[in-house]
Nanobody, 125 residues
């Protein structure tokens, strides 16, 4: 069992920045691929960003150029740096892990084995 704990969410004004963190309780962190998803009220959970253990990254079109996913294998932590935040970024953000890598299935929540409880991000206009 892998436990994930997100933090760093909060209230920010339009154009502001936040950095989300997700700490994983696994020694094999460096061999896991990682994803960030978000879910707004009344909406489906949507893909935000992914980082394969091999190093490649993918982003949703809506966040490209604004969000950056990164990882610190020593701290067993994945980050989501969010810049130039917009009201439509308001959501609960979840981190997710899976062993190894993935192909096109990085977009789908079922591709991930472990999930955190989420952290709220609210962008005020």
């Amino acid at each position: 069992q892998v436990q994930l704990v997100e933090s760093g969410g909060g209230l920010v004004q339009v154009g502001g920045s936040l950095r989300l963190s997700c700490v994983a309780s696994t020694r094999a962190f460096s061999r896991y691929s990682l994803g960030w998803f978000r879910q707004a009220p009344r909406k489906e959970r949507e893909f935000v960003a992914a980082s394969r253990w091999t190093g490649s990254k993918d982003y949703a079109d809506s966040v490209k150029g604004r969000f950056t996913i990164s990882r610190d294998n020593d701290k067993k932590t994945v980050y989501l740096q969010m810049n130039n935040l917009k009201p439509e970024d308001t959501a609960v953000y979840y981190c997710a892990l899976r062993p190894g890598s993935f192909g096109s299935d990085y977009l789908r929540p079922p591709s991930y084995d472990y999930w955190g409880q989420g952290t709220q991000v609210t962008v005020s206009s």
